[in-house]
């Protein structure tokens, strides 16, 4: 039985989780575990499929409308036997029997969400709504990528698990923090109500290979730009803080999360805390040291400063990241210059 890891209250939920369908024992399905994967044809979902692909006893379903992801991140894995692909927006429900369910569906780039604001909160309200719907039909366990943003622009420092925020409920990045508080509400109200096992992680900014290229994080965005010879972009002021996970690191947590016994919010990140500038001038003695900084405008409500206490999940899932920025940005840097044509230093 699940204990809630929030807000410090231990309580052991009263309801039983519901039984999970008859079919799932049906001779029919030859795998023994099928995991949905929603989002999974995006950056870190992609990754996840992955991992989970490895492990023969897995059979994965990803569910993409490919917004912001791509076919092509699942290449390998399309007409696999045990993999399938299917094209679909979950703000419209969804019916297939499995046992898992990561939900990570969701534009991550504040480019991409406020560039369709309605939409965002509609994925993270509508969306999860449905998931959680489906979850309870089949008797699945459920995991939502939630994120570092519901501490908004954090007045506590690092940010623990028990920190309510500091959100603008009606600023350009609502959509998506407000959004995904929501459903964070929503996974607890259906765990609480109709003993749906949950999971929920607080992803802090995660970096790697298949990012999309212009996608305009921080992280891309640099490494683009310095391979591309263009000058690096920091948004004002410059002395704003963000903590980069490495992807790897980001996927063993989110697999210990689900495979664990504790409901979360449970922060998964890399504590390791930079200034844009800084990161800047890391990228710049990395790839190309005669690159030049510029600092520019900011956008609104952009948070002053992140990092991760990662305590709990150190505590509760044996869990802590490996790769340090300085180990992660260069495997970047391979992956960005192979896909932009861009050949290795002399
Ligand atoms: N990458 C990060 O730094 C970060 C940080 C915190 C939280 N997260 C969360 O992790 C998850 C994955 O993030 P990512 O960086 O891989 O982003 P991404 O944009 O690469 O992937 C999101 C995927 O969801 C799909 N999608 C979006 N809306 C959909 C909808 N309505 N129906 C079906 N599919 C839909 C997109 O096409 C894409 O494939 C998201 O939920 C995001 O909020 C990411
Ligand atoms: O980890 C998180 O929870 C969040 O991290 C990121 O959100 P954000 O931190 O705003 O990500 P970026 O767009 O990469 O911005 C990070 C910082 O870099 C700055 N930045 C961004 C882009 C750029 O070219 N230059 C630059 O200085 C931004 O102003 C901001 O201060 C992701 O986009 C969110 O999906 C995610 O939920």
Redesign the pocket.
Known sequence: MATEAANGNNHVVVKKPPTPSPLRNSKFFQSNLRILV????????SHLVDKLMENEKNEVIV???????SKDNLKKWIGHPRFELIR????EPLLVEVDQIYH??????PI?YKHNPV?TIK?NVM?TMNMLGLAKRVGARILL?????VYGDPLEHPQKEEYWGNVNPIGVRSCYDEG?RVAETLMFDYHRQHGLEIRIAR????YGPRM?IDDG?VVSNFIAQALRGESLTVQAPGTQTRSFCYVSDMVDGLIRLMEGDNTGPINIGNPGEFTMMELAEIVKELIKPSISIEIVENTPDDPRQRKPDITKAKQLLGWEPKITLRQGLPLMEEDFRLRLGVPKKA
């Open positions: 929603t989002g999974g044809a995006g950056f870190i979902g569910a993409d409308n490919f917004f912001t992801g679909h927006d979950i703000t990570l569906a969701c534009p991550a780039s991409f939409k994925t969306g990528t939630s994120t570092s943003e995904k992803i802090f900014n995660t999309n994080r």
